[in-house]
C-alpha cells in the first residue's frame, strides 16, 4: 500500500518559537495532503487542505499565519506552526490522497514548553 | 454538518470473544466509510473502506457493514486477540473529499 512518512516523530520546543513538520508520500504522487490535528480522547480535526502549486484551504477556526502549509512538490507538504505556545501541543497527523482514498502518515507529538 | 458518533467510548473483553463497534453519522450523503485502527501515539492504519453503493465488506476476521440510509455502520471483530487491542476510528467522506471522523472506540483485549 501507499506510505506516507513524517518528520520529526516528536519534537519539543520552548514557547515562541517555530517548528516545521514535514510530510512525505514514499511511493506516489500526492496532489492533495490533509493535516489533522488530534487533542488527547479526542477526534482527528481537520486543520488545512494543501494543494500542490497552490495555497492551502484551511478550516473554519485554524489561523492561516499561524500554521503555515507549504506543498511545494506533489510529495512533500509541510506544516510550519509558527510563534508556538503551549496550548498547540497536539498530535499532528498528515495525509495523502490517491485516486481512491486517502494514507496517513505515522503522527508527530508536539510538546511545547 | 455531518457529526460521526461511535459507541461505546471504549470496551474490553476477553480473548476470543466476538465483539461489534457502532458508528453513526447525521449526513446520509456520503462517498464512502472507512474504519481505521489507531493504536497509542500512532498514525491511523486504514482497516476498511466501503462505498456509498457497497453494504459491507470484509478483511480476514473484520467485516463492516454500512447502511447509508439510517446514517449507521458497524465494525464486527470475530475471535478478538490480545492484537487487535487499539483505538478504532470511524469517518466518513462527503462529495467535498474531507474526512470526519468520530472520537474512536478503544478496544482492550485481555489474555
Known amino acids: 500500500g501507499a506510505v506516507v512518512s513524517q518528520h520529526p516523530s516528536w519534537v519539543i520546543c520552548k514557547s515562541g518559537t517555530s517548528v516545521k513538520i514535514e510530510c512525505r508520500s514514499l511511493?506516489?504522487?500526492?496532489?492533495?495532503m490533509f493535516w489533522y490535528r488530534q487533542f488527547p480522547k479526542q477526534s482527528l480535526m481537520l486543520m488545512a487542505t494543501s494543494n500542490e502549486g497552490s495555497k492551502a484551504t484551511y478550516e473554519q477556526g485554524v489561523e492561516k499565519d499561524k500554521f503555515l502549509i507549504n506543498h511545494a512538490s506533489l510529495t512533500l507538504s509541510t506544516l510550519t506552526v509558527t510563534s508556538a505556545h503551549p496550548e498547540d501541543s497536539s498530535f499532528y497527523i498528515c495525509s495523502a490522497r490517491t485516486a481512491t482514498q486517502q494514507f496517513f502518515g505515522p503522527g508527530t507529538r508536539l510538546t511545547v514548553l | 454538518k455531518q457529526e460521526v458518533t461511535q459507541i461505546p467510548a471504549a470496551l474490553s473483553v476477553p480473548e476470543g470473544e466476538n465483539l461489534v463497534l457502532n458508528c453513526s453519522f447525521t449526513?446520509?450523503?456520503?462517498?464512502?466509510l472507512q474504519w481505521f485502527r489507531q493504536d497509542p501515539g500512532k498514525g491511523l492504519t486504514s482497516l476498511l473502506l466501503i462505498q456509498s453503493s457497497q453494504r459491507e465488506q470484509t478483511s480476514g476476521r473484520l467485516n463492516a457493514s454500512l447502511d447509508k440510509s439510517s446514517g449507521r455502520s458497524t465494525l464486527y471483530i470475530a475471535a478478538s486477540q490480545p492484537g487487535d487491542s487499539a483505538t478504532y476510528l470511524c469517518?466518513?467522506?462527503?462529495?467535498?473529499?474531507?474526512?470526519?471522523f468520530g472520537k474512536g472506540t478503544k478496544l482492550t483485549v485481555n489474555p
Open positions: 449526513d446520509s450523503a456520503i462517498y464512502n
Open positions: 469517518a466518513v467522506q462527503g462529495g467535498s473529499e474531507k474526512l470526519v
Open positions: 511511493d506516489f504522487q500526492a496532489t492533495t
